[in-house]
């Protein structure tokens, strides 16, 4: 055991003694409140903001899903005309069908990549699946289209699968 003396907490902060000094307190004490109020109207305004933003995203996107899902479904009808002879009487079907379809989700946000032959290469927008040594077309430039890409709302979904002209 310890025979040193007990040593008792600080004493609290002195009250002031005079009005003056409460009144000096009083006005600091304001003044940190106003200033924490201001910084606390700013984090509220930025979570606003935050979330707003967030839920404008969330409508643009939230139809993601189902138009990667129907792609394949572009790509099959694109591929039956392309195979469809031009006195087939299915094919208006077809046509009708895909113009329906592309006009439904082109209202959604989604829009087409297909570059044409000699469009420049985007590497943001095409997927090169070849380099090909070409006359045709200038170097750099696409030359052939295997498969559309598609862009949702200015993101990418599914790049154009193309075939490029090689460099010299």
């Known amino acids: 055991m310890t025979t040193e003396p007990m ?3 600080a004493p609290a902060a002195e009250e ?3 009005p003056d000094d ?4 009083l006005e600091a004490e304001l003044e940190q409140l ?25 409508c643009r996107f939230a139809n993601k899903q189902l138009l990667g899902d129907l792609l394949p479904v572009f790509d099959s009808l694109e591929a039956a005309l392309n195979t469809a002879p031009a006195e087939d009487p299915l094919r208006d079907g077809v046509v009708l069908t895909l113009r329906e379809l592309t ?19 985007d590497p943001e927008k095409h997927n090169a699946m070849s380099a090909v040594e070409t006359a045709e077309v200038a170097p750099g430039s696409v030359f052939q289209l295997f498969q559309k890409g598609y862009v ?4 990418l979904l599914r790049p154009a ?5 090689k460099h010299d």
């Open 161 to 165: 699968l193309v075939s490029v002209a």
């Open 34 to 58: 106003r200033a924490q109020s201001l910084v606390d109207r700013a984090d509220m305004e930025n979570q606003r903001k935050r979330l707003e933003r967030d839920v404008r995203n969330a």
């Open 7 to 9: 040593q008792h907490a």
């Open 22 to 25: 409460r009144i000096q307190s």
């Open 103 to 121: 006009r439904v989700c082109g209202n959604n946000g989604l829009a087409e990549v297909a570059p044409a032959q000699g469009d420049a290469f």
């Open 152 to 155: 949702l709302n200015d993101q």
């Open 16 to 18: 002031p003694n005079t």
